[in-house]
């Protein structure tokens, strides 16, 4: 593989943008520091940074197995839920001061670590298993010597040691219940229909792209580390859960404990996913969370349950969701492992969750499953879009470099996997999830779909990592034929961004998209300004 396919694969842009001139980072009206994605210059007024020293040890890691005994069947989720009291009228005012005082983080990086990865590191993703003792051994020792300096001074060398990294080995072992069986659906055996494409479309053109604001995280309007224990968290999307309210989702969530630097650990208050609510329609000057479910005051529930073991269920990630009158979707991907290549993952499948409480509580079906045999999977990463009498299914492969295929189910069926039709070359064809034909050329990871009603035109974003940015492609028929990618946020200047998921209530014009920043690891809020669709 090229070095420019491997640079664009995990992220990282092709052409280095100059830094953004500098600024200090953004402060919410309760005078509480936030987080800047932008790539920018050093602080002009900042002390001359340290001349590079050598580390004083040198850590090799060193691949230590240890069989991990994993009960089975799945125990019950936590379910338990509490209402959230009203908000203090002072908006500045801690809401929970017995849950955890009002200390804040230190001031965040300002952006300029050179570091271009959209993605984390496998030691820093949530999952990875600590360390099973401290280092142990030597392959070297410390020391003096002359040169290197310039001065003359003798140079001490880093002490490297051995450093052992448990890679789990899971041993399934009979544990408790588990959840109840649920009732296997019929199977339906659909034909193969036609499904041509459409005539083309015009790409739009993108008049400005602006940053709204910070949505998540300390900093932030919507204050959700005071609020809900939500101080970092990724991937968040949005959909119309009813009438005038959208539910938004995130996956990845931790809080108290929790720094910058991407995702953090077990003992960071880890939540797989979290979702909270949304009425603010006038996006302009930002999205405002109104609650979140919670299961305990101030603390966002997880909804979907995962294991948390490295090489069986790292984590269970929603990927988007949809209501059907008062039944509300997630679809997730259940994470077996993080890569050590940032950019990649593995997943054990992709599937459904459904919820009729409103979104307090939810339920993983047990027979819409996507299963990822041989990695090869072709529907594990998935967005879906109801639409007239179908739900439409845009999924990827695990990671961010496969292609986007397309299925559709009819909407009664949505939970019946044996009704899905996969677009296979002009027609609709059932039980035929792998050989999708791919959508456009290109690699695509992280889809957001929606249909425009006063265009009548379909809108996708993703991240193209191969050019190093969140772009935007348009078609009229949810099979294209659909237009050139149009860029919208680059990796240039937005050196962690990824994500890059459609607000609902978005317009032909004025695109807002929910963008995720590796280094602060939270969510912020575009704007894309689009010329009038033709």
Same mark, same amino acid.
């Given at each position: 593989?090229?070095?420019?396919?491997?640079?664009?694969?995990?992220?990282?842009?092709?052409?280095?943008?100059?830094?953004?001139?500098?600024? %200090?980072?953004?402060?919410?009206?309760?005078?509480?520091?936030?987080?800047?994605?932008?790539?920018?210059?050093?602080?002009?007024?900042?002390?001359?940074?340290?001349?590079?020293?050598?580390?004083?040890?040198?850590?090799?890691?060193?691949?230590?197995?240890?069989?991990?005994?994993?009960?089975?069947?799945?125990?019950?989720?936590?379910?338990?839920?509490?209402?959230?009291?009203?908000?203090?009228?002072?908006?500045?005012?801690? %809401?929970?001061?017995?849950?955890?005082?009002?200390?804040?983080?230190?001031?965040?990086?300002?952006?300029?670590? %050179?570091?271009?990865?959209?993605?984390?590191?496998?030691?820093?993703?949530?999952?990875?298993?600590?360390?099973?003792?401290?280092?142990?051994?030597?392959? +070297?020792?410390?020391? #003096?010597?002359?040169?290197?300096?310039?001065?003359?001074?003798?140079?001490?060398?880093?002490?490297?040691?051995?450093?052992?990294?448990?890679?789990?080995?899971?041993?399934?072992?009979?544990?408790?219940? +588990?959840?109840?069986?649920?009732?296997?659906?019929?199977?339906?055996?659909?034909?193969?229909?036609?499904?041509?494409?459409?005539?083309?479309?015009?790409?739009?053109?993108?008049?400005?792209?602006?940053?709204?604001?910070?949505?998540?995280?300390?900093?932030?309007?919507?204050?959700?580390?005071?609020?809900? &224990?939500?101080?970092?968290?990724?991937?968040?999307?949005?959909?119309?859960?009813?009438?005038?309210?959208?539910?938004?989702?995130? +996956?990845?969530?931790?809080?108290?404990?929790?720094?910058?630097?991407?995702?953090?650990?077990?003992?960071?208050?880890?939540?797989?996913?979290?979702?909270?609510?949304?009425?603010?329609?006038?996006?302009?000057?930002?999205? #405002?969370?109104?609650?979140?479910?919670?299961?305990?005051?101030?603390?966002?529930?997880?909804?979907?349950?995962?294991?948390?073991?490295?090489?069986?269920?790292?984590?269970?990630?929603?990927?988007?969701?949809?209501?059907?009158?008062?039944?509300?979707?997630?679809?997730?991907?259940?994470?077996?492992?993080?890569?050590?290549?940032?950019?990649?993952?593995?997943?054990?499948? +992709?599937?459904?969750?459904?919820?009729?409480?409103?979104?307090?509580?939810?339920?993983?079906?047990?027979?819409?499953?996507?299963?990822?045999?041989?990695?090869?999977?072709?529907?594990?990463?998935?967005?879906?879009?109801?639409?007239?009498?179908?739900?439409?299914?845009?999924?990827?492969?695990?990671?961010?470099?496969?292609?986007?295929?397309?299925?559709?189910?009819?909407?009664?069926?949505?939970?019946?996997?044996?009704?899905?039709?996969?677009?296979?070359?002009?027609?609709?064809?059932?039980?035929?999830?792998?050989?999708?034909?791919?959508?456009?050329?290109?690699?695509? &990871?992280?889809?957001?779909?929606?249909?425009?009603?006063?265009?009548?035109?379909?809108?996708?974003?993703?991240?193209?990592?191969?050019?190093?940015?969140?772009?935007?492609?348009?078609?009229?028929?949810?099979?294209?034929?659909?237009?050139?990618?149009?860029?919208?946020?680059?990796?240039?200047?937005?050196?962690?961004?990824?994500?890059?998921?459609?607000?609902?209530?978005?317009?032909?014009?004025?695109?807002?998209?929910?963008?995720?920043?590796?280094?602060?690891?939270?969510?912020?809020?575009?704007?894309?300004?689009?010329?009038?669709?033709?």
């Amino acid at each position: 593989m090229s070095a420019l396919v491997l640079a664009g694969a995990f992220g990282m842009p092709n052409a280095q943008a100059a830094p953004h001139p500098w600024a %200090p980072p953004p402060v919410n009206s309760c005078g509480e520091t936030g987080f800047d994605p932008l790539l920018r210059a050093p602080d002009p007024s900042a002390p001359p940074a340290p001349p590079i020293q050598l580390p004083e040890v040198i850590e090799i890691p060193v691949i230590w197995p240890e069989i991990t005994p994993v009960p089975v069947p799945d125990p019950p989720q936590n379910d338990a839920r509490v209402d959230q009291p009203p908000l203090p009228v002072d908006p500045c005012h801690n %809401p929970c001061p017995d849950v955890r005082d009002s200390v804040r983080p230190e001031e965040p990086s300002t952006g300029t670590d %050179p570091d271009p990865h959209p993605g984390p590191a496998p030691e820093q993703r949530p999952g990875a298993t600590p360390d099973s003792g401290s280092a142990s051994g030597s392959a +070297g020792s410390s020391g #003096t010597g002359s040169g290197g300096s310039g001065s003359g001074e003798p140079v001490k060398l880093p002490r490297v040691v051995i450093k052992p990294e448990v890679e789990p080995i899971p041993i399934p072992v009979p544990g408790g219940p +588990g959840p109840e069986p649920q009732p296997a659906p019929p199977p339906v055996v659909n034909p193969v229909e036609p499904g041509p494409v459409a005539g083309p479309v015009a790409a739009r053109s993108v008049e400005a792209v602006s940053l709204v604001q910070q949505v998540t995280g300390p900093g932030s309007e919507n204050r959700t580390d005071m609020r809900w &224990s939500v101080d970092g968290t990724d991937l968040g999307f949005a959909y119309e859960s009813k009438p005038g309210e959208v539910a938004v989702v995130f +996956g990845d969530t931790f809080g108290a404990g929790w720094g910058p630097g991407g995702a953090g650990g077990e003992d960071e208050d880890w939540r797989s996913n979290v979702l909270g609510f949304s009425t603010d329609r006038d996006l302009a000057d930002g999205m #405002t969370i109104d609650t979140m479910v919670q299961d305990s005051p101030c603390h966002a529930a997880e909804l979907l349950g995962s294991r948390k073991i490295k090489n069986w269920e790292t984590t269970t990630i929603p990927t988007s969701g949809f209501a059907l009158g008062d039944r509300q979707y997630l679809s997730y991907m259940s994470v077996n492992r993080w890569d050590r290549i940032p950019g990649l993952w593995w997943t054990n499948h +992709g599937g459904l969750a459904w919820s009729d409480d409103g979104g307090r509580t939810w339920t993983k079906d047990q027979h819409a499953k996507w299963e990822n045999l041989f990695g090869l999977g072709r529907f594990q990463v998935a967005a879906m879009v109801p639409h007239d009498d179908y739900v439409y299914m845009f999924g990827t492969p695990n990671g961010r470099i496969g292609v986007a295929g397309l299925a559709r189910v009819a909407r009664a069926d949505v939970l019946n996997k044996s009704a899905y039709q996969y677009w296979v070359n002009g027609s609709w064809a059932p039980a035929a999830e792998n050989q999708a034909t791919p959508l456009f050329l290109g690699m695509a &990871s992280e889809l957001s779909v929606r249909h425009d009603a006063a265009s009548g035109q379909w809108q996708m974003t993703y991240l193209d990592s191969l050019s190093g940015a969140i772009v935007l492609r348009t078609a009229a028929e949810p099979q294209g034929v659909w237009s050139d990618a149009v860029p919208l946020v680059s990796t240039a200047d937005y050196p962690k961004a990824y994500g890059g998921f459609i607000h609902p209530w978005s317009t032909g014009r004025d695109l807002y998209l929910l963008l995720s920043a590796w280094d602060s690891y939270n969510v912020y809020l575009m704007h894309a300004r689009l010329n009038e669709p033709r």
